[in-house]
């Protein structure tokens, strides 16, 4: 069934009668991630004040596959079991050429996660369970809908215009934090621009309703018979809605192209007949760009409003609740008092994820949409290679999907130790006993002394463990026993095979400190 | 390893031909097809990073 949009209200602010107290943090566009971050700072005890300048959730799916690594995030933030048990899990992905499969994926091939590889579910539905969120924190999370920002000034705080439909009023803020998404009015307002490749291609997304017994599974494929010469997408959503993508070519006119009569028939192509409901339809181009900096003295930039990739990657919605992650707990110890120092880390962590983000999604979209000559020729070949040769299926890109990259330069680390939980790395989860690991980390910094006594550090939570399977697996290698600190991001700090109270002491405060 | 940029086919003249003949009948854009394919796969045979960047170099620096 359709859904059922409902508009939250809007109530007249208290700034247009008398002029309101200097806010900690201020957070504009309540998508996602700014939802998000209102939150995490809720449950580090910090306020926040929420301005969108609409009243609605998202329209259209648009943000549709959450990772594992969101889903933790979004585990956290309180709303994980209500994403992964609306959501559609998928963990395999098929890409085809023509209509023959050519090479396939699968994201989770081995058990002992609490959260699945991906959830697909609509982008509104995840507004709508933050915002339900939200408001269980009414004193620490201000929501304010139909709140537009109009001007904004920073000298050593920022002073914001915004418009209501009672008119402006003035507000002040320590920090303001863009959420407001790719066409960001304060990148605009600030006079920053992205840098970066905007690409000439353009792409068809629908929303249809559908009864089906699709599998639950990612479908890409290359020059399919349905729709020659091009590329599409189709994932299933809740609800019997699926999602797909069109590939047109980069002439194609987006306003004609939305119409009804242009869609429906393209869609009756690729599913083989008429029974379906026309949900929502966009057009887009892609571009890969991002801002040089995403901290701009008091103004902070995060998600979209700081950088953006083509969609085949799942890295947009992803890579913003990563950046939510990382600035959280900083700006929640800076609205404490902290050094604001701190978040020139935010920054560093943040466009090295960017990169790496935008290099995959570049490298796609020039696989997907080749230019003429070379290019072109090249990846005809590995598709037509692809079907007989099992060594060219690797080099078939039709998205790599988003996972949480490992910031450079952190702590201490021990080569004996496995690569996949080596410091800047996300503490990988695993079952314990009761429970799981993942829950048992982040908020605070922790020090997990697995197969060993804890040394006892003053001030810093500690978790002995036992060594499992998966334990020895993801945490030990080789070793009997090791010590791994942990940040309140749930980013592995540091470890050691043993180290002195004072050696952890020092790595602890260092978490706090931005040491470029 | 490196490149190796020093004679190693036994039979050159017959390895040239079998190039050629892999050719034979076939458009330019048909060539030209083949030979990407003829590129992919000779990589993965190499399959050295080290070695491919030396010969990226010495095919652009040789044009």
Redesign the interface.
């Known amino acids: 069934m359709a859904y059922d949009y409902r508009p939250f209200p809007y109530t007249a602010p208290p700034g247009l009668t008398a002029p309101e107290p200097r806010h900690k943090v201020v957070i504009v566009g309540a998508g996602p991630i700014g939802l998000a971050l209102a939150i995490d700072l809720a449950q580090y005890g910090v306020p926040s004040v929420v301005l969108d300048d609409n009243n609605v959730v998202s329209v259209g799916s648009r943000a549709i596959c959450w990772s594992k690594r969101s889903l933790e995030i979004l585990d956290r933030l309180g709303v994980g079991a209500k994403c992964v048990d609306k959501g559609v899990i998928w963990k395999v992905g098929r890409t085809l050429h023509r209509d023959a499969e050519v090479w396939n994926f699968d994201l989770q091939p081995e058990p002992g996660h609490k959260m699945p590889a991906f959830v697909n579910l609509q982008q509104y539905y995840v507004e709508e369970y933050l915002v339900t969120r939200a408001m269980e924190f009414p004193d620490l999370v201000d929501l304010r809908w139909k709140n537009k920002l109009s001007s904004l000034t920073q000298t050593d705080h920022v002073t914001l215009t915004v418009e209501t439909p009672d008119g402006p009023y003035s507000l002040e803020a320590d920090h303001l934090v863009a959420c407001d998404g790719a066409r960001s009015d304060i990148r605009g307002m600030m006079g920053l621009d992205f840098d970066g490749e905007l690409f000439e291609e353009r792409f068809l997304i629908a929303d249809i309703e559908m009864q089906g017994d699709f599998p639950s599974e990612r479908r890409f494929w290359f020059q399919p018979n349905f729709h020659p010469g091009q590329s599409a997408l189709l994932h299933k959503q809740p609800d019997n809605i699926y999602r797909i993508d069109l590939q047109l070519g980069w002439d194609a006119d987006p306003e004609a192209e939305r119409q009804p009569d242009r869609v429906i028939p393209r869609i009756e192509k690729a599913i083989g007949h008429r029974d379906f409901r026309l949900d929502w339809v966009s057009v887009y181009t892609f571009q890969c760009r991002r801002l040089a900096r995403f901290v701009h003295g008091r103004v902070i930039f995060c998600g979209d409003s700081a950088h953006i990739v083509s969609p085949f990657g799942a890295r947009g919605g992803n890579g913003g609740l990563q950046d939510v992650d990382a600035l959280g707990w900083r700006l929640a110890a800076v609205a404490k008092g902290h050094d604001p120092a701190i978040l020139n880390a935010y920054d560093r962590e943040r466009q090295h994820g960017a990169d790496e983000n935008l290099l995959n999604s570049s490298r796609t979209t020039r696989f997907m949409s080749p230019a003429p000559g070379?290019e072109r020729?090249?990846r005809?070949?590995?598709l037509?290679?692809a079907a007989k040769?099992p060594?060219?299926r690797p080099?078939v890109n039709s998205g790599r999907l988003s996972a949480p990259c490992t910031y450079p330069s952190i702590g201490a680390d021990d080569p004996q130790l496995p690569t996949l939980s080596r410091p800047g790395s996300v503490a990988p989860d695993a079952p314990l006993p009761q429970g799981w690991l993942i829950d048992q980390l982040g908020r605070e910094p922790i020090l997990l002394a697995i197969g060993q006594p804890a040394p006892k550090v003053a001030g810093l939570k500690t978790l002995e463990l036992a060594p499992t399977p998966q334990l020895q697996t993801r945490y030990l290698g080789s070793a009997p026993s090791a010590l791994y600190l942990i940040r309140p991001d749930q980013i592995i700090a540091a470890r050691w095979l043993s180290a002195t109270p004072a050696v952890i002491s020092e790595a602890a405060k260092s978490i706090w400190k931005d040491r470029t | 390893m490196s490149l190796v940029t020093n004679p190693n086919l036994k039979a050159p003249d017959t390895a040239y031909a079998a190039l050629l003949a892999a050719h034979k009948g076939m458009t330019e854009p048909e060539s030209q097809a083949l030979n990407a394919r003829l590129v992919l796969i000779l990589m993965n045979h190499i399959g050295d990073d080290a070695v491919l960047a030396e010969a990226f170099d010495l095919a652009r620096s040789t044009g």
Do not use: H, R, S
Request: charge should be negative.
């Open positions: 070379a020729m090249f005809d070949a590995v037509t290679l040769a060594f060219a080099l």
